[in-house]
C-alpha cells in the first residue's frame, strides 16, 4: 500500500506564512504528479498546486505568486510555501500523489488525511 504523510498547517494571521510537506511511502516504483488540493467549508475540493514528473508545476490562480511547490524525487516528497496568507485560504489541505507500484498496471491515485490551515483576519 501507500500512505501520503502530510505536516504543517496551523493557525496564522493573514500576512503570514506556512509550509506544508507531504511524503509518500509504501509499495512504490515512482511517484508521478504529486502536489496539493484543498476544501474549504461548504465549498469543492480545489487544486491548489501540483507538480508533474517532468518538474512542471501548476498553480490555482488565486495562490500563483504567493504559494511555492517544490519536490523532492529523492524522497517521494513536495513542500508547499505558503507566503502572504489571505483568510479565504483557509481549508483542509490535502496532498494528493499518482503512484506506479510493483504488479499494477497503470498509476494509483492516493490522497493524505488533510491538514488544516486557517488564517486570521
Known amino acids: 500500500q501507500v500512505q501520503l504523510m502530510e505536516s504543517g498547517g496551523g493557525l496564522v494571521q493573514a500576512g503570514g506564512s506556512l509550509r506544508l510537506s507531504c511524503a509518500a511511502s509504501?509499495?512504490?516504483?515512482?511517484?508521478?504528479?504529486m502536489g496539493w488540493y484543498r476544501q474549504a467549508p461548504g465549498k469543492e475540493r480545489e487544486l491548489v498546486a501540483m507538480?508533474?514528473?517532468?518538474?512542471?508545476?501548476d498553480y490555482a490562480d488565486s495562490v500563483n505568486g504567493r504559494f511555492t511547490l517544490s519536490r523532492d524525487n529523492a524522497k517521494n516528497s513536495v513542500y508547499l510555501q505558503m507566503n502572504s496568507l489571505k483568510p479565504e485560504d483557509t481549508a483542509v489541505y490535502y496532498c494528493?500523489?499518482?503512484?506506479?507500484?510493483?504488479?499494477?498496471?497503470?498509476?494509483?491515485?492516493?490522497w493524505g488525511q488533510g491538514t488544516q490551515v486557517t488564517v486570521s483576519s
Open positions: 494528493h500523489a499518482e503512484v506506479r507500484q510493483p504488479y499494477v498496471s497503470g498509476l494509483t491515485k492516493h
Open positions: 509504501g509499495r512504490i516504483i515512482t511517484v508521478d504528479d
Open positions: 507538480s508533474s514528473v517532468g518538474s512542471r508545476v
